[in-house]
């Protein structure tokens, strides 16, 4: 028995070969718009998972001079915390007077012979404290403690200070001589930094970080920490420490990956640098 095969016009065979051979296209197209997706979106995975882990550990290593900042203002408030727990001693008053002496102004500051500013804390009493020998006291003790630890963190800070809202300061910055400069009847309470930890600015009580602001003697940008230390419910005492920034600002900027930027910003969302908006945020503080 012979069966017959109907004969196609070349035409028509043409056209089928030709939608046969399309089909096959398309599906090669699917296949490989398929496999390129999934390629694609197993690069942008592992790429913001990478990317994911750069900030993290990036964030960590750069938030450690702002944590050392905290710890230290931690330690050196509870120092002075437990010394001005005890009764002064027997020569507190020959020990401040020694070491003070009262201006015209009428404010006690260190006395200028042997007072090494590099080395040394600068001091201060305001004129507005009644000398009693409880502020002599904590004068003492806040020039002692701030030259103790300002001495050792003097690499992690740029300043570290103990003060007391009744008018009592010492702060030790190498070649800086605060107390020389402040105004005899300077109230402590007005500064802005101090305003930044009140009870009303900083209900919790916890450290306190202003915006970036810049220094014109030490040429450089700075931001300043606040710790505060209440009693019977008013705020009366503070340690605080400012860091310079010109590195972290720099190191922000220039190390960086192929196509991002880098910012720093407080926990409040308040901006430190941000490579758009760097001369807004140093023209503002």
């Not at 027997?90 to 404010?107: C, H, M, P, S, Y």
């Not at 802005?192 to 450089?220: C, E, L, M, Y």
Request: proline share 5%; net charge neutral.
């Amino acid at each position: 028995m012979s069966i017959s095969v109907p004969h196609l016009p070349s035409s028509l065979g043409s056209r089928i070969l030709m939608q046969m051979a399309l089909r096959v296209a398309i599906v090669i197209v699917m296949a490989s718009a398929t496999g390129s997706y999934f390629v694609y979106r197993s690069v942008e995975q592992n790429t913001l998972e990478n990317l994911s882990k750069y900030v993290r550990e990036r964030g960590e290593r750069e938030s450690l001079p702002f944590l050392n900042v905290q710890n230290n203002l931690r330690l050196i408030l509870d120092a002075y915390q437990d010394e001005i727990a005890t009764p002064p001693a027997a020569d507190t008053e020959q020990e401040f007077k020694r070491l003070f002496v009262q201006n015209a102004d009428g404010a006690w500051r260190r006395r200028p012979e042997g007072h090494d500013i590099q080395t040394q804390p600068s001091s201060m009493l305001s004129a507005l404290t009644p000398l009693t020998r409880d502020a002599m006291r904590r004068v003492l003790s806040t020039d002692r403690l701030t030259t103790h630890y300002g001495s050792a963190w003097k690499n992690q800070m740029a300043t570290v200070y103990l003060a007391s809202m009744d008018g009592l300061y010492s702060t030790y910055w190498p070649g800086i001589d605060w107390a020389k400069e402040t105004k005899a009847d300077q109230k402590f309470s007005e500064l802005p930094w101090v305003i930044n930890a009140d009870q009303k600015h900083n209900p919790a009580r916890s450290f306190a970080w202003t915006g970036i602001w810049f220094d014109w003697v030490a040429k450089n940008w700075f931001a300043t920490c606040i710790l505060p230390m209440d009693s019977d419910g008013e705020f009366r005492h503070y340690a605080g420490g400012a860091i310079a920034l010109d590195d972290i600002l720099k190191r922000t900027a220039s190390v960086k990956i192929d196509g991002t930027y880098n910012i720093i910003f407080r926990p409040d969302g308040r901006l430190i640098t941000h490579p758009l908006y760097d001369q807004k945020i140093k023209q503002s503080e």
